[in-house]
C-alpha cells in the first residue's frame, strides 16, 4: 500500500509546505490547462492571456481574440522563428514575438508554425515586441511538454469578471519561471519494496513521487549502499525507446543493464532512474526530435530546432532522492562532466567520476559522437 510521507528535502516542520500551497497548484492547473488548448492568465504588471499553438483549437482562440486589450502575437524560440522566417535571429533574448493579424490564423496553421516536423507551409509574419512575459509563457508550454510556441496577448482590465473569463486560471509568471527548482521540495517517498532483478537479485525499489502531474522517479537499491562510504550511483535519466525497447538509437538500455550489473559485482549501489525523459524535453518531443534527426540534424541542433535547450535537466530531485536514502558522499557511472557539476551544485559529494562507456552499435555512433563533440562527454 502506497503511504504518503513528509516532503524528503529540507525536512523539518516547513517540510511540506510547498504542497498544496495555492501557487503551486495554480502552476499545476495552469499545465493541465495548457495542455487541454484553455488559456491561462500569466498575472504579473502586464497581463498576458496565453495558450500553447499546439493546443489551442478555435474556441481557445477565440476567447484570446475576445479577452485581449491589444494585438495577439505568437511567441517562439529564437532558433525555432529563425527557421519559420527563413532568416539568421540573434539568440539573446529568451523568445521572438511574431505579429498575428485579426482574424487570428486558424488552429492547424498554428501548429504547423510551432512543430518543425510538420509540412512547413505558412503565412509570412512580421517581428513585434517581446512582452515582459514573454519567458514564463514559453516556461508554461515546456511544463506541459508540450512545444514552446505561445499565442499571448495582452489581457483586458477586469477580464476575470466578464463572463467570457469565468473559469480562467492565473498565475503568476513568476512561479512558472521558479518551479522547476522548486520541484524537489515536492517530493514524497511513497513505497518500498524487494524486486529481485535478473542481474541483481538483491535488489529493492524505493518510489518518489514530486507534485508535477503525478510524475514518479525511482531509486533501484543494489545490496547496501549507505553501508558504504561512497557507493556506486548512476543517475539515469528515463528513455522508454532505449530502456524499454532496446532502441539502438542511443546508449540508454545497455548503460542501465550495465550499471545494474556492475553495482551487483561490487556488492552495492544505487541507479536513480528519474522521469526525466529526452533530457528533459518529454517522450513526444524527443521522437520529433529524432525525426529531425533524420533530417541531418545532429542530437544538439535538433532539440534547439524544437524551441527547447540542448539539455533541459536540473539535478536536484536527483539530490533530494540522494539525501532521502542517506548517501552525501558517492562514486558516480557517467561520462557527462555536466552531471557532475550539477550534482555537485546541488550540493552532493561526488568523490569519484567511474566512466560508464559502450561501446558504438553501428546506429547510435554519430550519437555518441556528438555526445562527446557537443556535450563535452568523456569517452574513458
Ligand atoms: N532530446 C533527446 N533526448 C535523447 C536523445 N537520445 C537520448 N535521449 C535522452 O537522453 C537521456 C540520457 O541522456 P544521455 O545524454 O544519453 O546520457 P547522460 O545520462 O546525460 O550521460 P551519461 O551519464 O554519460 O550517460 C534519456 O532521457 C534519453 O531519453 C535525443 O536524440 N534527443
Ligand atoms: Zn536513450
Same mark, same amino acid.
Given at each position: 500500500?502506497?503511504?504518503?510521507?513528509?516532503?524528503?528535502?529540507?525536512?523539518?516542520?516547513?517540510?511540506?509546505?510547498? &504542497?498544496?500551497?495555492?501557487? +503551486?497548484?495554480?502552476?499545476?492547473?495552469? =499545465?493541465?490547462?495548457?495542455?487541454?488548448?484553455?488559456?491561462?492568465?500569466?498575472?504579473?504588471?502586464?497581463?498576458? &492571456?496565453?495558450?500553447?499553438?499546439?493546443?489551442?483549437?478555435?474556441?481557445?482562440?477565440?476567447?484570446?481574440?475576445?479577452?485581449?486589450?491589444?494585438?495577439?502575437?505568437?511567441?517562439?524560440?529564437?532558433?525555432?522563428?529563425?527557421?519559420?522566417?527563413?532568416?539568421?535571429?540573434?539568440? +539573446?533574448?529568451?523568445?521572438?514575438?511574431?505579429?498575428?493579424? %485579426?482574424?487570428?490564423?486558424?488552429?492547424?496553421? !498554428?501548429?504547423?508554425?510551432?512543430?518543425? +516536423?510538420?509540412?512547413?507551409?505558412?503565412?509570412?509574419?512580421?517581428?513585434?515586441?517581446?512582452?515582459?512575459?514573454?519567458?514564463?509563457?514559453?516556461?508554461?508550454?515546456?511544463?506541459?511538454?508540450?512545444?514552446?510556441?505561445?499565442?499571448?496577448?495582452?489581457? %483586458?482590465?477586469?477580464?476575470?469578471?466578464?463572463?467570457?473569463?469565468?473559469?480562467?486560471?492565473?498565475?503568476?509568471?513568476?512561479?512558472?519561471?521558479?518551479?522547476?527548482?522548486?520541484?524537489?521540495?515536492?517530493? $514524497?517517498?511513497?513505497?518500498? =519494496?524487494?524486486?529481485?532483478?535478473?542481474?541483481?537479485?538483491?535488489?529493492?525499489?524505493?518510489?518518489?513521487?514530486?507534485?508535477?502531474?503525478?510524475?514518479?522517479?525511482?531509486?533501484?537499491?543494489?545490496?547496501?549502499?549507505?553501508?558504504?562510504?561512497?557507493?556506486?550511483?548512476?543517475?539515469?535519466?528515463?528513455?522508454? +525507446?532505449?530502456?524499454?525497447?532496446?532502441?539502438?538509437?542511443?546508449?540508454?538500455?545497455?548503460?542501465?543493464?550495465?550499471?545494474?550489473? %556492475?553495482?551487483?559485482?561490487?556488492?552495492?549501489?544505487?541507479?536513480?532512474?528519474?522521469?526525466?525523459?529526452?533530457?528533459?524535453?518529454?517522450?513526444? $518531443?524527443?521522437?520529433?526530435?529524432?525525426?529531425?534527426?533524420?533530417?541531418?540534424?545532429?542530437? =544538439?541542433?535538433? $532539440?534547439?530546432?524544437?524551441?527547447?535547450?540542448?539539455?533541459?535537466?536540473?539535478?536536484?530531485?536527483?539530490?533530494?532522492?540522494?539525501?532521502?536514502?542517506?548517501?552525501?558522499?558517492?562514486? !558516480?557511472?557517467?561520462?557527462?562532466?555536466?552531471?557532475?557539476?550539477? !550534482?555537485?551544485?546541488?550540493?552532493?559529494?561526488?568523490?569519484?567520476?567511474?566512466?560508464?562507456?559502450?561501446?558504438? $552499435?553501428?546506429?547510435?555512433?554519430?550519437?555518441?559522437?556528438?555526445?562527446?563533440? %557537443?556535450?563535452?562527454?568523456?569517452?574513458?
Amino acid at each position: 500500500m502506497i503511504s504518503a510521507t513528509p516532503a524528503v528535502s529540507g525536512r523539518g516542520p516547513d517540510a511540506s509546505a510547498p &504542497i498544496g500551497a495555492p501557487r +503551486t497548484r495554480a502552476v499545476h492547473r495552469a =499545465v493541465a490547462d495548457a495542455r487541454r488548448g484553455v488559456p491561462v492568465v500569466l498575472a504579473g504588471q502586464h497581463p498576458l &492571456i496565453v495558450a500553447p499553438a499546439e493546443t489551442v483549437g478555435a474556441e481557445g482562440l477565440h476567447l484570446i481574440d475576445r479577452l485581449a486589450a491589444g494585438p495577439a502575437s505568437l511567441l517562439l524560440a529564437p532558433a525555432r522563428a529563425a527557421a519559420v522566417l527563413r532568416r539568421p535571429l540573434a539568440e +539573446t533574448a529568451p523568445a521572438v514575438a511574431l505579429a498575428l493579424a %485579426r482574424p487570428l490564423i486558424d488552429a492547424a496553421t !498554428l501548429r504547423r508554425v510551432a512543430d518543425p +516536423t510538420l509540412e512547413q507551409i505558412m503565412p509570412s509574419f512580421a517581428l513585434t515586441s517581446v512582452p515582459d512575459q514573454a519567458e514564463a509563457a514559453l516556461a508554461l508550454g515546456k511544463l506541459a511538454r508540450l512545444l514552446p510556441a505561445m499565442v499571448v496577448a495582452p489581457v %483586458r482590465p477586469g477580464w476575470a469578471s466578464l463572463p467570457l473569463g469565468a473559469g480562467l486560471l492565473a498565475v503568476p509568471a513568476a512561479d512558472l519561471l521558479a518551479y522547476p527548482t522548486n520541484l524537489a521540495a515536492t517530493l $514524497n517517498r511513497v513505497a518500498e =519494496v524487494e524486486i529481485p532483478l535478473e542481474d541483481a537479485p538483491d535488489a529493492r525499489l524505493i518510489a518518489f513521487r514530486a507534485l508535477d502531474q503525478g510524475i514518479e522517479h525511482m531509486a533501484i537499491l543494489v545490496g547496501a549502499p549507505a553501508a558504504k562510504a561512497a557507493p556506486l550511483v548512476r543517475i539515469h535519466s528515463e528513455c522508454f +525507446t532505449g530502456d524499454l525497447l532496446g532502441s539502438l538509437r542511443c546508449d540508454c538500455g545497455p548503460q542501465l543493464k550495465g550499471a545494474i550489473r %556492475r553495482m551487483a559485482e561490487e556488492g552495492a549501489g544505487v541507479v536513480l532512474y528519474l522521469a526525466q525523459e529526452g533530457r528533459g524535453i518529454g517522450l513526444i $518531443n524527443k521522437l520529433r526530435a529524432y525525426t529531425l534527426q533524420d533530417r541531418g540534424l545532429d542530437t =544538439v541542433d535538433a $532539440n534547439r530546432a524544437l524551441g527547447w535547450q540542448a539539455d533541459e535537466r536540473n539535478f536536484h530531485i536527483a539530490a533530494a532522492m540522494l539525501d532521502a536514502i542517506g548517501l552525501k558522499r558517492i562514486r !558516480l557511472l557517467t561520462n557527462n562532466p555536466e552531471k557532475m557539476a550539477g !550534482l555537485a551544485a546541488c550540493g552532493v559529494d561526488v568523490a569519484e567520476r567511474v566512466p560508464h562507456v559502450f561501446a558504438p $552499435n553501428g546506429v547510435n555512433d554519430a550519437y555518441l559522437d556528438t555526445k562527446a563533440r %557537443r556535450f563535452g562527454h568523456l569517452l574513458d
